[in-house]
């Protein structure tokens, strides 16, 4: 290479993605795009992810330009929405010009409709993941065409999707074997006849959300626990008040890799299931059991001391449980502790400042407490008793109802 000679007269464009490959994050890759227009180009073709709004002009410069996209991202706000906000026509763009692309978001894209899932479903046939969360006006037709066409998928998110029936889980039976994550949300017209149909033919799901489905209650629940044991991750039962001890057990015994378990809201769920889900599934890492009216000292105490993986834990209103739950934790002042970084005790009404020392002991690395409306756990109680919180805790004694991610 002669002093004369520039990098781009002397380097291939192979090389220069080469180059452009080796930048590990964005901020960098956007760097490299600024040098002149070739390598603007040369970063734009090799771009694999954009979040953007756009229309059906935008969008089809987009895809001149971002050959290789593999995610794009057109959510809007749930809250602050754009006139018009994507449309079917958009759909049919993408449809056309992003052939090649794995993962859409299309989360409160409230305008869409069948009609735009029919041209993902008839376009995108490499697509692994969908998230039409609050598209309120897709059903089961427009759904199960991209079901038809893209046998790939592996995760489709459908919270707030109230058309939503059993056909769709039938649908993905039939079509989507490799799926692995589903969200349903407050999809209330879903019932055991539909998660036992759609377990038939997806039996690898790794990450399954019923919250709000009211219409789910053991057999599903069960059913899924037996089809999906080895690879359930992840189970969202929030207010399935159908629910009794049968799915529970069931759950205890076969999903022994359970990572997450919601059952918030589940109030006819016996002490017993909750002590079963100690003995058995040691790999617990969240637990949501808040308004489990029967949870026990006992059966709270071998959840902290027998799911040892244990970070997250919420038991608002629980209210039966009382400073004995919390009697023995950990090694005291010795050893590791317990790992739970969060906890909500909110509306706990026996608890008290002893319990909360038993818990300050046992619990090093808390990073967040919840003691609203426990009345014998006021911040003027603690300082009395010379509680000592961890640096880094932040203590929630009256204050906002938002919670830390890791809670949602």
Request: aromatic share 4%; glycine share 8%; charged share 25%.
């Amino acid at each position: 290479m002669t002093t004369d000679e520039s990098i781009n007269e002397r380097l291939r464009d192979d090389e220069l993605r080469s180059i452009l490959s080796k930048l590990e994050t964005d901020k960098d890759k956007e760097l490299f795009s600024l040098v002149c227009k070739r390598w603007l180009y040369l970063q734009s073709t090799e771009r694999k992810k954009l979040c953007a709004r756009a229309g059906p002009h935008m969008l089809r410069k987009m895809a001149a330009r971002f050959t290789r996209l593999k995610d794009l991202d057109l959510s809007q706000s749930a809250s602050r929405s754009f006139y018009p906000g994507v449309t079917d026509s958009d759909l049919s763009v993408i449809a056309t010009g992003f052939i090649g692309l794995r993962s859409l978001k299309l989360k409160d894209c409230k305008g869409i409709t069948d009609v735009g899932m029919a041209a993902i479903g008839s376009g995108l046939s490499s697509l692994q993941s969908l998230d039409v969360s609050y598209c309120r006006k897709l059903t089961d037709k427009g759904l199960s065409a991209v079901t038809e066409g893209c046998h790939d998928l592996k995760s489709l998110h459908l919270a707030g999707c109230r058309f939503v029936t059993n056909k769709l889980l039938e649908a993905l039976s039939k079509n989507c074997h490799n799926l692995e994550e589903l969200g349903l949300q407050g999809c209330t017209n879903i019932t055991d006849t539909g998660l036992t149909a759609l377990v038939s033919g997806c039996k690898r799901i790794k990450h399954l959300d019923v919250n709000k489905c009211t219409n789910v209650g053991d057999l599903g629940v069960s059913t899924v626990a037996a089809a999906c044991s080895t690879s359930l991750k992840t189970l969202k039962l929030l207010d399935c008040y159908k629910l009794g001890d049968a799915s529970i057990f069931m759950v205890a015994t076969l999903c022994k890799n359970l990572d997450t378990l919601i059952i918030g809201g589940c109030r006819d769920l016996s002490s017993k299931s909750i002590k079963s889900l100690a003995d058995s599934i040691h790999s617990l890492r969240i637990l949501r059991m808040d308004w489990c009216l029967n949870v026990s000292d006992a059966s709270l105490n071998c959840i902290l001391t027998q799911c040892t993986c244990l970070e997250v834990l919420d038991i608002g209103c629980c209210e039966e449980v009382t400073d004995a739950a919390f009697v023995g934790l950990g090694n005291g002042d010795e050893g590791p502790g317990l790992r739970l970084k969060a906890l909500k005790i909110s509306n706990c009404q026996k608890i008290t400042v002893l319990g909360i020392s038993m818990v300050l002991k046992a619990c090093r690395s808390l990073e967040y407490l919840d003691v609203r409306s426990c009345p014998r756990v006021t911040k003027a109680n603690c300082e009395q008793a010379g509680l000592r919180f961890p640096e880094s805790c932040k203590v929630n004694y009256t204050g906002s109802l938002v919670e830390p991610d890791v809670l949602i």
